[in-house]
């Protein structure tokens, strides 16, 4: 259990030793500021089955037997429902993001992170206008499985969780990211938005290695194993529920398979999607084990 | 072919059992508080809302969901799987 010594003193003092590195994240994210409304010119309408929207190696399909049995027309479609999947799925983690964030301001043992947390709140409204304009522009926003929930408390341990859980998904999100915003292949709207996405999650990325890091070292000594032993159970459930959201049944229905809820579990489980999800997933899993937030992998997510 | 009710219960039973320690996919199962007694996480519950939609073949409005709706195995069953008066 949580001890009075393990409450906001602690957090606040673990805060103060990141001033230096937030406010250089702070003077990054002014000298880098843009307006989402001038920085894509939208077309009139894109071609689904003509032009790449996804990497086709990044699709859920790609490297399973579905692969081999739909024609190019169609494997280009599905990449273009997947990108508003993948869209939509950042519609959703950012909003959660948001909200946590936007509790968090000014909470005053939270008070030296204030500064960046208004560059970071900012920042993912952004993002969210690009995917939300894309998806509402050529297709639609996918609906999440993840149904509201109560607010959580202001406790350490309800502050890693959340800081910890934006930065699995931040990470995974921009291994994507990466992958795509180069890729010549794709159609210039979308390698933009990877790009532009990743060029500020860069930050975002710092910013949580840093908190999460400083968070745990500075309770876990308060916290009991059975605290522990759930806050790990947590974060590796938390791999399951972001990776089983590319897997979305919507999509494979919308893209005219029969049976969309079996296409969704025959494709999760294919050694080939198991690997990405494997690779994609390694460097933030790295990063966790050697702070010994988690332990091992995260397995039942690959 | 047994009723969707049967079905439903004993894969919601064997999914539960798999996803918590020391849990055995019996019929007791299906009384206990999966969320209040801590067997699952509010991050199961995606995954919990795919099993469902899969078992049914039909969608489900999270939005309109309530935390009794899937509480129990049971409840889970007389709110989305009995006939009749399923969502």
Known sequence: MMTGASGPAVTRAAMATLREPLQRLVDSSRRTFRNPYESIDWPVSVDPTADWFTAPELTTVHGTPLWDVIGDGARRRLAFLEALNFYSLNIHGERDLMEGLVTRLYRPDLSDAASYLHHFIDEENKHSVHFGTFCTRYGRVYRSRQPPGAAAPATPDADLRFFAKVLVFEEIIDRFNVAQAKDERLHPIARFINQSHHAEEVRHLAFGRRVVAELWRAHRASWSSAQIDDLRRYLAQFFVTTWRQFFNPDVYRDAGFDDPWDVAERLWASEAQRELRRAFSKRIVEFLTVHEILLEDPHAAY | ?87
């Open chain 2, 1 to 87: 072919m047994l009723p969707i009710d049967l079905d439903a219960r004993a894969e919601l039973r064997s999914w539960v059992a798999s996803r918590a320690d020391g849990i055995e996919p019996d019929p007791a199962l299906d009384r206990v508080a999966l969320f209040d007694q801590r067997v699952l996480s509010s991050l199961h519950l995606p995954e919990l809302i795919l099993l469902i939609e899969r078992l049914r073949n039909e969608p489900v409005d999270v939005t309109t969901m309530a935390a009794p709706d899937v509480a129990s195995i049971d409840a889970i069953v007389a709110t989305f799987f009995d006939r009749g008066t399923g969502r």
